[in-house]
């Protein structure tokens, strides 16, 4: 079973930026297919964005695409997520995730197991 950290999350201001990081145990991580999501208070988690194997193909949220970029090093066994030009509405917990089903599109967050701990993102305005 892979085990899943992200750190790099705080509180910064409207406009700042920030690079969360997954860091993933075990020696298969290149062959995994990762995703980012997010939960904001009272609301449901939602897709941020996804990476396949090779980092070739990503894909991203409406809301976050032109400002968000997804990659990964695979000989670090590390996820990343830059996130740029941050707005109040991007604060939520964020979780990495690994895509262990296909049984719906890439943003199905039913898909994705395990998950890590999450990492607290706050944008003040």
């Known amino acids: 079973q892979v085990l899943l950290v992200e750190s790099g999350g705080g509180l910064v201001q409207a406009g700042g930026s920030l690079r969360l990081s997954c860091e993933a145990s075990?020696?298969?991580?290149?062959?995994?297919?990762m995703g980012w999501f997010r939960q904001a208070p009272r609301k449901e988690r939602e897709f941020v964005a996804s990476?396949?194997?090779?980092?070739?193909?990503?894909f991203y949220s409406d809301s976050v695409k032109g400002r968000f970029t997804v990659s990964r090093d695979n000989a670090k066994n590390t996820l990343y997520l830059q996130m740029n030009s941050l707005k109040p509405e991007d604060t939520a917990v964020y979780y990495c995730?690994?895509?262990?089903?296909?049984?719906?599109?890439?943003?199905?967050?039913?898909?994705?197991?395990?998950w890590g701990q999450g990492t607290q993102v706050t944008v003040s305005s």
């Open positions: 995730a690994v895509r262990k089903y296909y049984s719906g599109n890439y943003d199905y967050s039913g898909d994705y197991a395990p």
């Open positions: 075990g020696r298969t991580f290149d062959a995994y297919y």
């Open positions: 990476i396949n194997w090779n980092g070739v193909n990503t």
